[in-house]
């Protein structure tokens, strides 16, 4: 298994700009997460999936953020509009069964610099 | 719901000295505590975990132990080595609005010095 897939691995956009960001879970895996890491905040949790269906999104940090997973094998995290403060490496993450009795397996992250 | 504190946020050890890395929760019904290892530029990576039902758990040179009345646990490297440098985080499972979900830890950057 090639493991959890993100695209793209950076982007650089401008204030303002859609940005979206994809996923690609382990196949079998019914659990998919969306973290944001940064320095000063560390990694947080934004939203995560059991079956296709969002679970818990209180960690979005506002409604510029929106994120859907249409079936098993594909998410996407946006924001719409982007503004330099959203810069941040986002990790997609998978994991098989119940959420937090197994390990959850991180993708390369994307590196997104909004200028 | 779950919160997670972590320390220290550095730690700098010479090569083969030991290094503790210190973690409370306070939600006493979490019962699941992994802990991952970033590497500089590389995803976070499941190094070992324990669940509350034991109080020790070792894997070669690494091992993490539970107090559960005090609410922390603790990962241990011993014999230090170069590529043990890297980002490390625990984690505990959350509860409530959170349930299902790992709650991770600032992290601790560790340095060990050649």
């Known amino acids: 298994d090639a493991g959890v897939i993100q695209s793209p691995r950076h982007e650089v956009t401008e204030m303002g700009q859609e940005v979206t960001l994809r996923c690609k879970p382990i196949?079998?895996?019914?659990?998919l997460f969306w973290y944001r890491q940064t320095m000063m905040r560390g990694l947080e949790l934004l939203i995560y999936?059991?079956?296709?269906?969002?679970?818990?999104d209180s960690g979005m940090p506002e409604d510029r953020f929106s994120a859907k997973m249409p079936n098993a094998s594909f998410s996407t995290l946006k924001i719409q509009p982007s503004e330099p403060r959203d810069s941040a490496v986002y990790f997609c993450?998978?994991?098989?069964?119940?959420?937090?009795?197994?390990?959850?397996?991180f993708g390369p992250g994307t590196r997104l610099t909004v200028l | 719901g779950e919160n997670v504190e972590q320390h220290p946020s550095t730690l700098s050890v010479q090569e083969g000295d030991s290094a503790v890395i210190k973690c409370t929760y306070s939600?006493?019904?979490?019962?699941?505590f992994p802990w991952y290892k970033q590497e500089l530029g590389k995803r976070p990576q499941l190094i070992i975990d324990?669940?509350?039902?034991?109080g020790e758990k070792k894997d070669q040179r690494i091992a993490v132990t539970l107090n559960k009345t005090a609410k922390h646990f603790s990962l241990h490297i011993t014999e230090t080595q170069p590529e043990d440098s890297a980002v490390y985080f625990c984690?505990?499972?959350?509860?409530?609005?959170?349930?299902?979900?790992?709650?991770f830890g600032k992290g601790t950057k560790l340095s060990v010095k050649p």
């Open positions: 984690a505990a499972k959350g509860y409530g609005g959170s349930q299902g979900n790992l709650i």
């Open positions: 999936f059991n079956n296709n269906v969002p679970i818990d």
């Open positions: 939600d006493s019904a979490s019962n699941y």
């Open positions: 324990i669940r509350s039902n034991v």
């Open positions: 196949s079998g895996h019914d659990y």
């Open positions: 993450a998978s994991s098989l069964g119940l959420a937090g009795y197994n390990e959850q397996f």
